[in-house]
């Protein structure tokens, strides 16, 4: 199982990106999908997350600026982020909950996308 992520880049504040993560490989089931993300010198942060019943929990800095979404038939997430503002400069990555062939339940993570907001 492999997480692909795209959509990181420069933008200017109040801009915006969307990020995508797409899931592959020998996958069974998909609980939760999420973003995380890590500024420098900092813990990796939840930023986002989705449940497979579409329950949605955001971090307090990102609410009513960012959304995210899930398409089940695609095994993908995504995460639009809009006013972005400086703070938000980060590494962002993505995590699903994968049920993969062996049966079990594992946290796959994507590898990090740079979101770097500045004028």
């Known amino acids: 199982v492999q997480l692909q992520a795209s959509g990181g880049g420069l933008v200017q504040p109040g801009g915006s990106l969307r990020l995508s993560c797409a899931a592959s490989?020998?996958?069974?089931?998909?609980?939760?999908m999420g973003w995380y993300r890590q500024a420098p010198g900092e813990q990796r942060d939840l930023v986002a997350a989705?449940?497979?019943?579409?329950?949605?929990n955001y971090a307090d800095s990102v609410k009513g600026r960012f959304t995210i979404s899930r398409d089940n038939a695609k095994n993908t997430v995504y995460l639009q982020m809009n006013n972005l503002k400086p703070e938000d400069t980060a590494v962002y990555y993505c995590?699903?909950?994968?049920?993969?062939?062996?049966?079990?339940?594992?946290?796959?993570w994507g590898k990090g996308t740079l979101v770097t907001v500045s004028s």
């Open positions: 995590n699903q909950q994968i049920q993969d062939r062996t049966a079990f339940w594992k946290a796959y």
């Open positions: 490989g020998s996958i069974l089931s998909i609980r939760s």
């Open positions: 989705i449940t497979r019943g579409g329950s949605i």
